[in-house]
């Protein structure tokens, strides 16, 4: 299901066991973030018109990139990725570096730099609209931390923190419950935790 915001559609593509992966469209372009599974993509690219500008991608996991390359090749699409990062991605089309954007439909998407989760891991603002985080941040908690140094990922989180509180999340897998086991676990007296975990 399609929601708009600030002037994007999003749509969440659940693929394989717990991944979430994103369309994201504004202006007539589109981005498809986080492939997975090819055939996934490509028929929510299909129910959602057949455009595909896009393909983005946060880190080098398999469970992240693994349809990339087939779903660009179906569309015609180009991929942008950390060029820090690019000899453990597909090829690039765009190659970037912290701070640089690439144009979805008029509007800057901009990548940011979230290590923690890997070295090489970044996020991508659509506007204020939306964050493509990956797995740096899931509802009520956050990815593991493989490559990068606590120092790194809280400062990864405090980024995505300082973003507009309006700014949605778009997590890179369903985490949630097993997040707030673990969270009402270590925290048991925390009233706002405990009103959370059972709204899930």
């Not at 504004?26 to 129910?47: L, N, Q, R």
């Not at 500008?53 to 469970?63: N, Q, R, Y």
Request: proline fraction near 4%; charged fraction near 15%; glycine fraction near 10%.
């Amino acid at each position: 299901m399609a929601i708009s915001h600030r002037g994007f559609t999003i749509t969440r593509v659940p693929m394989l066991a717990d991944n979430y992966a994103w369309l994201v469209a504004h202006g007539g372009a589109s981005a498809f973030v986080d492939p997975a599974d090819a055939a996934a993509a490509i028929e929510a690219v299909e129910a959602a018109g057949g455009r595909l500008d896009w393909v983005l991608l946060t880190h080098h996991h398999d469970d992240h990139i693994a349809g990339a390359v087939d779903l660009a090749a179906r569309f015609g699409a180009r991929i942008a990725g950390n060029a820090a990062d690019a000899a453990r991605l597909p090829k690039l089309d765009a190659a970037l570096a912290p701070g640089q954007t690439i144009d979805l439909g008029g509007e800057a998407v901009r990548m940011i730099a979230t290590p923690g989760h890997t070295v090489g891991h970044v996020t991508y603002l659509f506007g204020d609209a939306a964050a493509a985080c990956g797995d740096t941040l899931f509802s009520l908690g956050c990815g593991r931390m493989f490559e990068g140094t606590p120092a790194q990922f809280h400062a990864s989180l405090q980024a995505l923190a300082a973003l507009d509180p309006e700014t949605l999340m778009l997590c890179g897998h369903e985490y949630t419950l097993s997040n707030a086991r673990f969270a009402r676990h270590v925290d048991p007296d925390n009233a706002a935790l405990a009103a959370r975990a059972a709204e899930v």
